[in-house]
């Protein structure tokens, strides 16, 4: 299985948006759970949104709810990030992770601790 590719991450002021891809071959087909995810300096990694690609069901962190958008492009096998009203609290390293699932989940899909494939991420820096 491909790892995912992120692309997209950049500088922008407070308040800006930024759009994040991810390339996810042979992920959009069937039952998987692709997530973003983000890493701040000194910071633990943290689940911010996550789409069941077969259900296109979403799911996001308290904190980026209202601002971010996951997206699927099935046609191009690319998920999507945009994000709006971006804060300096959003500077992070941000990574695409999948995982496959059968049946019913019990498990929040920002659990990063479910994902196996990770991409090498791509960094947004918020500026104020």
């Known amino acids: 299985q491909a790892l995912p590719v992120e692309s997209g991450g950049g500088s922008v002021q407070a308040g800006g948006s930024l759009s994040l891809s991810c390339a996810a071959s042979?992920?959009?087909?069937?039952?998987?759970?692709i997530g973003w995810f983000r890493e701040a300096p000194g910071e633990e990694r943290e689940g911010v949104a996550a789409i069941n690609t077969r259900s296109e069901i979403t799911y996001y962190a308290d904190s980026v709810k209202g601002r971010f958008t996951i997206s699927q492009d099935n046609a191009k096998n690319t998920i999507y990030l945009h994000m709006n009203n971006l804060r300096r609290e959003d500077t992070a390293m941000y990574y695409c992770?999948?995982?496959?699932?059968?049946?019913?989940?019990?498990?929040?899909?920002?659990?990063?601790?479910?994902?196996?494939?990770w991409g090498q991420g791509t960094q947004v820096t918020v500026q104020v």
């Open positions: 042979g992920y959009t087909s069937d039952s998987w759970y």
């Open positions: 992770a999948a995982t496959r699932f059968a049946g019913v989940v019990t498990w929040t899909p920002l659990d990063l601790r479910r994902y196996a494939y």
